[in-house]
């Protein structure tokens, strides 16, 4: 009930919406998501299959999403007891169901597909298997609506299913330590059906048709974001290292990829600019925190490894249409932050025009950075000091070792994009 509550009270704040004018709003919204909170805490909450206790966490889930103040490792521990709680409860399989009248198996089957959703995204994230394992679920998915101010709503949820499975595949077999065993050919393979799907659900998406809909506008806008979210997850599929060598290898596909990515955000931010505060926040969340921000990495590795001001005017121009949003939630100002200190620290790195050493550019544009040998733990960007970078830090400068073997670590063993912008918020503490 507190979570229902304050996502209704919230609404009707971020909208400015004047029905409940004479009421104070923020501190009811306050009070609700305190409680809310202080529920979820309890032994019961976490712990207790029930139908109504997956529903919470998933509340849970979305409103962490949007704020990203405690990081994405709680909003993890959340959706693996939702996910718990689904296996105990038979909800991923079709037999379980089959007893339920049709209304309440409906609810059980949005709740399970919404949890699955986001422990897929999150597993390609934060680099961890996901809870949810695709050989052990047959239950079908919820029907698309009959009714026209519902079903494009439906069919972009279903899409967005699938969307979510091809993550899962992408972390399983790119990412994850069985694909690092697995051998050149079985990867390459990999990277060319997981790109094959993920093309082919780009233009499903686009082929929604939001006439009629309701908050029609508002699923529009989502639709058009499908190029941005189609280049990143395209961005990381071609960021896999798929070669046994002993250096890390950015592919020039991959750098194409990125550039067209961040340009897809940039004319879709046109159109959120001047839209609600709540599809704003939608935006932000779902579409640039939610789904990693892989190509600004890329970009940002390609701008000071080939001293590209072209690549440095893509970032300063996505970097100002970060500004522009990080007033959205504190997770958008985090994101702001982290990517405005690595955008200064690459113009520094290019006006400076140092130049890497032990980095091999080939024909085709692709690069290849040494391999780290050093036998110490892997320096992280927040190793560095911002935006001076590369000022000496913890032993660390030109001097003992150069820029493009930094990289190398930094971009190798597939490391969760996460972890690189330092966005898991692991060293944020449960504050409520």
């Not at 989502?222 to 990381?236: C, E, G, P, Q, R």
């Not at 599809?279 to 001293?307: C, G, K, N, R, S």
């Not at 820029?403 to 409520?432: C, H, I, K, Y």
């Amino acid at each position: 009930m507190h979570g229902i509550l304050f996502f209704t009270l919230r609404d009707y704040i971020t909208e400015n919406d004047n029905a409940l004018s004479n009421w104070d709003l923020h501190t009811y919204a306050e009070l609700c998501e305190h409680n809310f909170y202080q529920c979820l805490e309890r032994y019961e909450s976490l712990v207790v299959p029930t139908l109504e206790n997956i529903q919470s966490l998933m509340l849970a889930v979305c409103n962490l999403l949007y704020q990203l103040v405690l990081g994405f490792q709680l909003v993890w521990t959340y959706v693996a007891a939702g996910h718990a709680m689904c296996q105990t409860l038979g909800y991923h399989r079709a037999s379980h169901l089959k007893n339920d009248n049709f209304e309440t198996a409906e609810v059980k089957r949005h709740s399970f597909w919404t949890l699955y959703m986001l422990d897929k995204n999150l597993s390609l994230c934060l680099g961890r298997k996901s809870n949810f394992q695709d050989d052990d679920i047959d239950v079908e998915f919820y029907k698309v609506s009959p009714n026209v101010r519902f079903r494009a709503w439906d069919e972009i949820a279903h899409a967005s299913i699938r969307f979510a499975r091809v993550q899962g595949e992408v972390y399983d077999r790119l990412y994850s330590i069985g694909a690092s065993k697995a051998s050149s050919e079985q990867r390459l393979l990999a990277v060319e059906e997981l790109t094959q799907r993920m093309v082919d659900l780009r233009n499903e998406l686009v082929a929604i048709d939001a006439s009629g809909a309701e908050y029609g506008e508002h699923l529009d806008s989502m639709v058009h974001a499908a190029d941005f979210i189609a280049y990143t997850v395209l961005t990381t599929i071609y960021r896999a290292q798929t070669s046994t060598g002993t250096g890390t290898e950015i592919s020039s596909k991959c750098f194409e990829t990125a550039r067209l990515g961040l340009q897809a955000h940039l004319k879709c931010f046109e159109s959120f600019q001047s839209s609600s505060m709540l599809e704003q926040m939608d935006y932000v969340t779902w579409i640039l925190l939610y789904p990693t921000f892989t190509p600004f990495v890329v970009i940002f590795t390609h701008a000071i490894a080939t001293m590209s001001t072209e690549d440095l005017k893509l970032l300063q121009e996505t970097t100002g249409t970060l500004d522009q949003a990080k007033h959205v939630s504190e997770g958008a100002l985090r994101l702001y932050t982290v990517c405005k200190a690595f955008t200064d620290a690459a113009e520094v790195l290019i006006n400076s025009r140092q130049t890497l050493t032990g980095m091999q550019q080939h024909d085709d544009g692709s690069l290849v950075f040494p391999a780290v040998t050093d036998p110490h733990p892997p320096m992280s960007a927040q190793d560095f000091v911002w935006p001076t970078w590369p000022v000496p830090a913890h032993g660390l400068d030109a001097g003992n070792m150069d820029m493009s073997m930094f990289l190398g670590n930094w971009l190798g063993a597939n490391r969760p994009v996460m972890d690189m912008l330092n966005l898991d918020g692991t060293d944020q503490e449960l504050g409520m």
